[in-house]
């Protein structure tokens, strides 16, 4: 099924649409809505709002994610990204931040994100995939050799709604894990500090 072609100077006039994108931004600010957050910004990527509209959505995503990761941090929370469409959203906003971080070469900030992400999603698949994202930061891979020399981007099934999440390796995760043994070592025991503070 071919997706219909999309008009965006017809959707930048239609009242419907309009309305809608007028809703979700007070929806999503009123109820702290990440997930909303998410809409409205694709919506706003549509009609190509301005940038500066685009950007204060990004910013009210990731500020208001990491206002939520705190709170779940600080009450020993973890994120159900399998079932929980809000949860979902605050672990991927932290997520892209943290890829975000390491595409920038600031890789302590990547590294610790991704090591709360292990820490703080409840899923055993993606919490093993956030280690070998943490392991690659503190084995000294840049981003771009992490992205074409240990990501299998073949095998990403698009229908996932984990997708956004990068979890599939040109090797087995298990087989990374054992080959970052005292990577992923570090790693929890920088984890420790959290734990201890319940």
Known sequence: MEMPEIHVE????????????????????????????????????????????????????????????AEYLSTHKNFDVQNDIEERAIARAIYEHAIQRYSENDKKAAKEMFLVLHHTIDHKSLKDAMMVHACAVMAGNSFENFIEEMVDVSSIDEHDPLAFFIQTFVQPTDILLAMFAKYVKEGESELKVLEESK
């Open 10 to 69: 017809e959707l930048k006039k239609d009242p419907e649409f309009l309305a809608n994108i007028k809703r979700l931004e007070e929806e999503c600010k009123n109820e702290e809505s990440i997930a909303k957050g998410y809409q409205l910004l694709d919506a706003q990527l549509v009609i190509e709002a301005p940038e500066d509209d685009i950007n204060e959505v990004f910013t009210f995503i990731v500020n208001t994610a990491f206002d939520k990761l």
